[in-house]
């Protein structure tokens, strides 16, 4: 398949890249065409248009987006724009070229007071500008008469050649390995998501051509922050140097949802089965006693 990437030098979008590019030994074996945001701004609906025409891809996958949670409450535009209206171009670009489109959305759709993860039947009620503005681009996706819709959270890891890790994750770590004493919240429960194996299932659900609609593409299982860092913090064999915080305690501009793990049940019914998130901080930690 011809397989268009947009935001492809994100850090999901270098792993979907790099999980789909045919290469020898490699998992996919499709054509990618890949953009970043240098090569084409997804807020500039002719260029989108005029860019997938002259590519003409099977499938469009939107990697890009505004991720600045905090800074979207004062530029709700900005985040709009790049995740909302943004994704409506791809619909209506999608739908002009019969191509499949594969959008990502994000847990902080949901307000967090749940008591086991949610699923895809679930009704969002977003508490933020960044979280109203992917509810709104979820909504935008499915006008499109081919559109996987995957929720991923608390992204982390990286693709080989693409750019450095980043998030909550990402700081956890690299607090331990040096030595410091991370501060993670104790009361707040996630599902960790690996890119690697977003990018994985990415391709499986095209490759399948599995039933369209909304999915939750995340690590299997649920932690707190701080049994997060206690597990990678064993798997490093340093000492669980922690300190722990409540949600309560700490100034945000943006709400965020305080329970917010995700089932991925519906994925693995059509047999995507994600590994646990242990198994996923397992080997991006192996991955970086390897390379560095």
């Known amino acids: 398949m011809r397989i268009a990437v947009l935001g ?15 290469r020898p030994g490699g998992p996919g074996n499709h054509e990618v065409i890949a953009f970043d945001h240098l090569a084409l701004d997804i807020t500039d609906a002719a260029a989108v248009a005029a860019a997938m025409e002259r590519v003409q891809p099977e499938v469009i996958v939107n990697c890009a987006g505004y991720n600045a949670v905090d800074a979207a409450e004062d530029h709700p ?3 709009l724009q790049a995740n909302a209206f943004a994704v409506r171009t791809l619909a209506r670009v999608a739908t002009a070229q019969g191509a499949t489109l594969v959008h990502y959305s994000s847990d902080f759709v949901f307000d967090g007071t749940a008591g086991q993860p949610y699923t895809e039947e679930d009704r969002p009620n977003p508490r933020s500008v960044y979280a109203a503005s992917k509810m709104i681009g979820e909504w935008f996706a499915v006008d499109a008469p081919r559109a996987y819709v995957l929720r991923v959270e608390s992204l982390f890891g990286r693709a080989p050649a693409g750019p450095p890790a980043k998030g909550s994750a990402t700081v956890i770590v690299e607090a331990l390995r040096a030595g410091r004493t991370p501060r993670v919240f104790e009361d707040r429960t996630v599902s960790p998501t690996y890119v690697i194996d977003a990018a994985r299932a990415t391709r499986q659900l095209v490759e399948a051509h599995a ?4 999915y939750h593409s ?7 922050w701080v049994e997060f860092a206690r597990e990678a ?9 922690l300190e722990a915080v409540r949600m309560a305690d700490v100034s945000m501009p943006a709400a965020r949802p305080q329970y917010c793990a995700l089932s991925n049940e519906k994925l693995a019914s059509i047999g995507i089965v ?13 991955g970086l006693r390897t390379n560095g």
Request: charged share 20%; aromatic share 4%.
């Open 211 to 214: 039933p369209a609609g909304l």
């Open 77 to 79: 535009v900005d985040a």
């Open 8 to 22: 492809a030098r994100g850090q999901l979008g270098a792993a979907v890249v790099h999980e789909c590019t045919a």
């Open 233 to 241: 913090a064993r798997l490093l064999r340093v000492e669980p140097r």
């Open 218 to 224: 995340v690590n299997s299982g649920r932690c707190t």
């Open 274 to 286: 994600m590994p646990s998130w242990q198994d996923a901080l397992g080997r991006y930690l192996e």
